[in-house]
C-alpha cells in the first residue's frame, strides 16, 4: 500500500471540490493511502504564464516550502499544474532568486529544491496508469467518452497514452476529437485577457466535441480542469448542460451528477 | 543595431476584430495549414533519415550563428572572388539604399523579384517605385498579393488567406488592364497558367532581377533559392543586373551543413519532400557562363545580430518554414494579417519585438500565445518559441508594457494567495461578495480581470465547502496521525 499526498490544485479546491472528493475516492480504492498538505494553495502557473516571475515565484516558493522534506509521491489533480512544478519550477526559482537577490548561491538553492519536490510529482492518471494494468478500480465504464487531452499534459509532460489507456482498461470506450491537439483556448488568464480569439477556440473545440456527441459520447473527459471550467463555461452560457467531467469523477463512477 | 519592420497603424483589437470576421480567410488558413502539418508528418514518418539530417543541421546552423563574424567575412569575399559584389547593410533604411543605387547605376527601370520575405520586411518594393521603378513579383502567392494590395499572410503562402473565387476575380481584373484573356476557371491549374502568360511578357522586358536567399554557403560564396514555381530561375537569369537581398543570418558554414538542411523547408513547411526548384547562385554570367552581367549580394542585419549571444540567439537559425504558423491555434483563428507586421505566428510573436527593441509588436507576446506549445513541437530547427514568448512577457513587465490594473491585480494576488491565510481569507471574501454576480447559481459577471471570461462564459461560484475544507472536516485526523 502506498501513500500519496494530493496536489489539489486552486482550481479544484476552489470550483470544483467534488473532483477532488473523487479522486480521493478512486486513490483508496486503488489500495493508496491518500493524505492532503492542507497549507497548499496555488502553483503559480496563472502568473508564471503572463510573464509575472516574482510573483509566480512567491507562490512555487510556499509549494516548495509545503511540499518538501518527503519522498512520499505527490499525485496532482490536473496534467497542467504539474508541468509546471516539474517543468518550470527549477528555473523560474532560479532566474527569480537571482533577479530579486542577486545571489547565485541562493538560486541554486532554491532551485534544487523544487527539482527534489518535482521529483516526487505525478499527475493523477498517470500515477493509476503505473500499476498492473488490471488494478481494480471497482469502475464499471460503460459509456464513449471523449477525451481532451490538455496542451501541457500532451507536450509538456509528453504524456499521450494515460489517461486514454486507463479510462479503456475500466471499460470506457475513449473517442479522440477532431483535431485533437489543437488547445482549447483557455491558457490560465489568456481566457480573461484575450477572451475574443479564447472563445473561438473553445467554439471549435466544442463543435468537434458534438460531432463526437451525435457518435454517442457521453462526456467529454479531461485530465485538466481549467480546460473543462472554459468548456463548460461556454456551454453553461450558451444555455446548454455541462457534460465535462474530470477523470477522477468518471473513474469514480461519479460521472452522473446534475 | 535596432532593426525596423512595418507597423500596421490599427491597433491589435481592431485587427484581431478583422481576422475574426473575415470567414474565408478563417476556412482557408484552417485548411491550409492543416493540410501542412499533416503532411510534414506523412514526410517524416515516410523518410526517418530525414530526422537525423534534420538534428545535424540544427547544430549546423546553430554553429553558424556562433561563428557569424567570421563567416561573414568569408561569404563576401568569396563572393566576391566569384565575380559579385557583397555589400553589408545594418538597417532596412540601409538595404533599401543600396537596392536603389545599384538599380541606378545601372539605369534600371523594371524589377521582377521572387519571394522573399526580407524585402518585405524591408519594404522594398516601396522604395523601389518610389524612385520611379516597376516592381513585379513573380511567386504566384505574391503576385496575388501585390494585385490585391496587401501583404503575405503566411511566411510561406503569402496568399494563404484567400480562395481561389478571388483569386480569379482578381485576376479577371487585371486581365482587363493588362489586355489578356481572362482565366477560364477557378482551378489552381488556370490561375497559375494565366500568372505565367502575364508574368512571361515582364520577364523579358526587366533589367533587374532581386531575390531573397534560403541559404548562403559561406565556403564557396553561394546562395541557395528553395521555390516551388521555377520562377526564381527566370528571375536569376533573364534580367541583366541580379540582387540578392538576405539576412545575415542564412549563412552555413559548409556544402555539407547546406545538404542536411536543404530540405527541410519544404518537408517541414509544406510536407514535400523538396521543394519543385532548387536555384543556386554562385557567381555573375562572366563566371557561371549564364544569367546577369553583374551579381549583388546585400547582407541585411536589421536587428538580427542584437540578438546573439542573448538567450535568443537561437531565433536566429529560424528558417522560415512556416511549421509553427500553421500548428497555431492563435494564428488559425486571426490570420497573419493580425499581427500586424510581416512575421506572423509564433516566430512573429518572438521576433517582431525582439527585432525593433519592443518597438512594433510589444502587443503580440501577451495577446498572440495561449501557452500550448505546438510550435515547439512543430520547430524543426528546435527553437524554445513558448519559452521565448514567457521570457518576453516578462521583459514587458519589467519594462511596465503592461495595463497597470493587471499588474496590481497580480501584484496582491500572488502575495495573499502565497499563504494558507491569506488564501482562506480571499474565499471567505468571495463567498461574501459573489452573490452579487450569480444567477441561478452560477456566476455571470466579475470585476477586475476576471471581467473578460465572463464576457462568453459562466462559472462555477466559489464552493461553500472547498476541497481542504471538506478534508480537514473529514479527514483532518489522517494527517496529524501520522505526523506524530
Ligand atoms: S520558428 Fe521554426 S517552425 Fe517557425 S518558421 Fe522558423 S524554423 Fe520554421
Known amino acids: 500500500m502506498a501513500t500519496v499526498r494530493l496536489f489539489v490544485t486552486c482550481l479544484v479546491d476552489v470550483f470544483r471540490p467534488e473532483v477532488g472528493r473523487a479522486a480521493v475516492t478512486v486513490l483508496e480504492r486503488h489500495g493508496d493511502r491518500v493524505e492532503c498538505p492542507v497549507e497548499q494553495t496555488c502553483c503559480g502557473q496563472f502568473a508564471f504564464n503572463a510573464g509575472y516571475r516574482q510573483e509566480a515565484a512567491l507562490l512555487a516558493k510556499h509549494f516548495v516550502e509545503v511540499f518538501?522534506?518527503?519522498?512520499?509521491?505527490?499525485?496532482?489533480?490536473?496534467?497542467?499544474?504539474?508541468?509546471?512544478?516539474?517543468?518550470?519550477?527549477?528555473?523560474?526559482?532560479?532566474?527569480?532568486?537571482?533577479?530579486?537577490?542577486?545571489?547565485?548561491?541562493?538560486?541554486?538553492?532554491?532551485?534544487?529544491?523544487?527539482?527534489?519536490?518535482?521529483?516526487?510529482?505525478?499527475?493523477?492518471?498517470?500515477?493509476?496508469?503505473?500499476?498492473?494494468?488490471?488494478?481494480?478500480?471497482?469502475?464499471?465504464?460503460?459509456?464513449?467518452?471523449?477525451?481532451?487531452?490538455?496542451?501541457?499534459?500532451?507536450?509538456?509532460?509528453?504524456?499521450?497514452?494515460?489517461?486514454?489507456?486507463?479510462?479503456?482498461?475500466?471499460?470506457?470506450?475513449?473517442?479522440?476529437?477532431?483535431?485533437?491537439?489543437?488547445?482549447?483556448?483557455?491558457?490560465?488568464?489568456?481566457?480573461?485577457?484575450?477572451?475574443?480569439?479564447?472563445?473561438?477556440?473553445?467554439?471549435?473545440?466544442?463543435k468537434a466535441f458534438q460531432d463526437a456527441q451525435a457518435g454517442g459520447a457521453a462526456y467529454l473527459v479531461s485530465s485538466d480542469l481549467g480546460c473543462l471550467l472554459h468548456l463548460a463555461g461556454r456551454l453553461r452560457r450558451l444555455g446548454a448542460q455541462d457534460p465535462t467531467r474530470h477523470v477522477a469523477e468518471v473513474l469514480a463512477g461519479e460521472e452522473d451528477r446534475p | 543595431m535596432i532593426g525596423n519592420l512595418p507597423s500596421d497603424p490599427h491597433p491589435w483589437s481592431e485587427r484581431r476584430e478583422a481576422g475574426l470576421a473575415n470567414t474565408t480567410m478563417r476556412q482557408t488558413l484552417g485548411l491550409v495549414t492543416r493540410r501542412f502539418s499533416v503532411g510534414k508528418r506523412r514526410v517524416f514518418a515516410e523518410d526517418p533519415e530525414q530526422e537525423a539530417a534534420r538534428r545535424l543541421g540544427v547544430e549546423a546552423k546553430r554553429q553558424a550563428i556562433a561563428n557569424l563574424d567570421s563567416l561573414l567575412d568569408q561569404f563576401a569575399s568569396k563572393v566576391r572572388s566569384n565575380g559579385g559584389t557583397a555589400l553589408m547593410a545594418g538597417t532596412a533604411h540601409e538595404a533599401v539604399e543600396a537596392v536603389r543605387s545599384i538599380a541606378a547605376t545601372h539605369q534600371v527601370k523594371v524589377v521582377v523579384k521572387s519571394k522573399s520575405m526580407l524585402t518585405e520586411e524591408i519594404q522594398l518594393n516601396r522604395g523601389l517605385e518610389a524612385a520611379g521603378l516597376t516592381v513585379l513579383e513573380t511567386d504566384l502567392g505574391e503576385y496575388i498579393i501585390q494585385r490585391a494590395h496587401e501583404t503575405p499572410s503566411h511566411i510561406l503562402a503569402p496568399a494563404a488567406h484567400k480562395n481561389?473565387?478571388?483569386?480569379?476575380?482578381?485576376?479577371?481584373?487585371?486581365?482587363?488592364?493588362?489586355?489578356?484573356?481572362?482565366?477560364?476557371?477557378d482551378a489552381a491549374s488556370t490561375l497559375t497558367q494565366y500568372a505565367r502568360e502575364r508574368l512571361r511578357r515582364e520577364f523579358l522586358q526587366a533589367d533587374m532581377g532581386v531575390t531573397g536567399g534560403n541559404f548562403g554557403v559561406a565556403e564557396t560564396g553561394t546562395v541557395v533559392l528553395v521555390t516551388n514555381e521555377g520562377n526564381a530561375d527566370l528571375v536569376t537569369t533573364l534580367p541583366r543586373v541580379l540582387v540578392t537581398v538576405?539576412?545575415?543570418?542564412?549563412?552555413?558554414?559548409?556544402?555539407?551543413?547546406?545538404?542536411?538542411?536543404?530540405?527541410?523547408?519544404?518537408?517541414?513547411?509544406?510536407?514535400?519532400?523538396?521543394?519543385?526548384?532548387?536555384?543556386?547562385?554562385?557567381?555573375?554570367?562572366?563566371?557561371?557562363?549564364?544569367?546577369?552581367?553583374?551579381?549583388?549580394?546585400?547582407?541585411?542585419?536589421?536587428?538580427?545580430?542584437?540578438?546573439?549571444?542573448?538567450?535568443?540567439?537561437?531565433?536566429?537559425?529560424?528558417?522560415?518554414?512556416g511549421a509553427c504558423l500553421n500548428v497555431c491555434p492563435v494564428f488559425r483563428q486571426v490570420g497573419g494579417h493580425a499581427y500586424g507586421s510581416v512575421y506572423s505566428g509564433p516566430i512573429g510573436v518572438v521576433e517582431t519585438p525582439l527585432l525593433t527593441n519592443f518597438g512594433v509588436g510589444a502587443e503580440l507576446p501577451s495577446v498572440a500565445c495561449t501557452m500550448c506549445h505546438a510550435c515547439k513541437e512543430a520547430c524543426p530547427m528546435e527553437i524554445d518559441l513558448p519559452g521565448h514568448i514567457i521570457r518576453l512577457r516578462q521583459e514587458k513587465v519589467r519594462r511596465h508594457l503592461n495595463a497597470a490594473s493587471l499588474t496590481a491585480s497580480y501584484h496582491w494576488w500572488s502575495r495573499i494567495w502565497a499563504t494558507p491565510r491569506g488564501y482562506r481569507w480571499s474565499l471567505r471574501w468571495a463567498r461574501r461578495l459573489q452573490g452579487l454576480y450569480q444567477r441561478q447559481g452560477r456566476l455571470v459577471r466579475a470585476p477586475g480581470i476576471a471581467r473578460g471570461w465572463f464576457q462568453t462564459r459562466d462559472m462555477p461560484p466559489v464552493a461553500q465547502e472547498t476541497f481542504i475544507e471538506w478534508w480537514q472536516r473529514h479527514r483532518g485526523g489522517l494527517d496529524r496521525e501520522r505526523r506524530s
Open chain 2, 164 to 185: 481561389r473565387q478571388q483569386i480569379r476575380e482578381l485576376f479577371e481584373d487585371d486581365a482587363k488592364t493588362a489586355g489578356l484573356a481572362p482565366p477560364v476557371s
Open chain 1, 68 to 206: 518538501e522534506g518527503d519522498t512520499t509521491p505527490i499525485v496532482a489533480l490536473s496534467g497542467s499544474c504539474a508541468a509546471m512544478v516539474v517543468h518550470h519550477y527549477p528555473e523560474l526559482l532560479r532566474e527569480a532568486v537571482i533577479e530579486e537577490r542577486g545571489s547565485v548561491k541562493e538560486a541554486e538553492g532554491w532551485a534544487a529544491r523544487a527539482m527534489a519536490v518535482g521529483r516526487e510529482v505525478v499527475e493523477f492518471s498517470q500515477w493509476l496508469g503505473q500499476g498492473s494494468p488490471d488494478s481494480a478500480l471497482g469502475t464499471v465504464g460503460r459509456q464513449r467518452l471523449a477525451l481532451h487531452q490538455g496542451c501541457h499534459m500532451r507536450r509538456i509532460l509528453e504524456e499521450t497514452r494515460q489517461p486514454k489507456e486507463l479510462l479503456e482498461q475500466q471499460g470506457f470506450e475513449v473517442v479522440e476529437l477532431e483535431d485533437s491537439d489543437q488547445c482549447c483556448g483557455f491558457g490560465g488568464t489568456y481566457s480573461m485577457t484575450e477572451w475574443r480569439v479564447s472563445t473561438a477556440l473553445a467554439d471549435a473545440k466544442l
Open chain 2, 246 to 321: 538576405m539576412g545575415v543570418e542564412k549563412l552555413v558554414a559548409r556544402w555539407e551543413d547546406l545538404t542536411l538542411l536543404i530540405q527541410q523547408p519544404a518537408m517541414n513547411g509544406i510536407g514535400q519532400r523538396l521543394s519543385a526548384y532548387t536555384t543556386l547562385i554562385s557567381g555573375p554570367a562572366a563566371s557561371v557562363a549564364e544569367g546577369p552581367a553583374a551579381w549583388y549580394v546585400v547582407l541585411v542585419d536589421n536587428g538580427r545580430q542584437r540578438l546573439r549571444h542573448t538567450v535568443y540567439e537561437d531565433v536566429l537559425s529560424c528558417i522560415r518554414c
